[in-house]
């Protein structure tokens, strides 16, 4: 099923790298997207949104982009340092209605110092 | 602000017991809460949406009767897993809109729930 596996993805980067993290969405209706960040043991703690109406969002060493075309969603993060280390996971709204989110199977970083 | 607790973190049953759990947001009201399950290196799996003053909505495969919701005020939604069983062993994770509206879901730190 959805979501199901022993292994996440890793992506390990040197720290002061530019990390990109990937995300391929379900449902082409979906009109939000979000990135969240998770460490062990604690809730996810947002990153960055973006609608469906751009392609690109930029915050504080973080940048979305979003190419609907092929239902892809990235997250770059500049400089990474040691504090990024954590799992990472795209989030989409299929239900504009309710506004329930789902989850992409997540990516974890590691940042070597 | 946008605060979102949750109580307890952690919590160790046996099994056939049941276990509350609450989720509450602390400066700010949020008509919908939602309600997710996380089991070890695996993706948040939503479980239901709560809805203040009215009946959650579940998703396919969550048994309303095992995992009943409630979400009496503006500011707290509880889960109770009923007799628990070992398969039920996960993190549970709630969120939380702002009644005022807006896209964004603040999420609490999740609670840990171990059944023997």
């Known amino acids: 099923g959805e979501n199901v596996g022993l292994h996440l993805p890793t992506l390990s980067v040197q720290e002061g790298d530019n990390s990109i993290i990937n995300c391929a969405y379900s449902?082409?209706?979906?009109?939000?997207f979000i990135w969240y960040k998770q460490e062990s043991g604690k809730g996810p703690q947002f990153i960055i949104d973006?609608?469906?109406?751009?392609d690109k969002r930029q915050g504080q060493r973080v940048t979305v982009l979003l190419n609907k075309t092929v239902k892809h969603l990235s997250l770059q993060i500049a400089a990474t340092q040691p504090g990024d280390s954590a799992v990472y996971f795209c989030?989409?709204?299929?239900?504009?209605?309710?506004?329930?989110?789902?989850f992409g199977s997540g990516t974890r970083l590691q940042v070597q110092p | 602000g946008a605060v979102v607790s949750q109580h307890p973190s952690r919590v160790i049953c046996k099994s056939g017991t049941s276990v509350k759990i609450e989720c509450r947001s602390l400066d700010f009201q949020a008509t919908t809460m939602f309600w997710y399950r996380q089991f070890p290196k695996q993706s948040l799996m939503l479980m239901a949406t709560s809805n203040e003053g009215s009946k959650a909505t579940y998703e396919q495969g969550v048994e309303k009767d095992k995992f009943l919701i409630n979400h009496a005020s503006l500011t707290l939604s509880t889960l109770t897993v009923t007799s628990a069983h070992p398969e039920d062993s996960s993190f549970y994770i709630c969120s939380a809109r702002r009644a005022s509206g807006g896209n964004e879901q603040f999420f609490g730190p999740g609670t840990r729930l171990t059944v023997l």
């Open positions: 973006i609608r469906s109406n751009m």
């Open positions: 449902n082409s209706a979906s009109d939000y």
């Open positions: 989030a989409e709204n299929k239900d504009t209605g309710r506004r329930a989110l789902t």
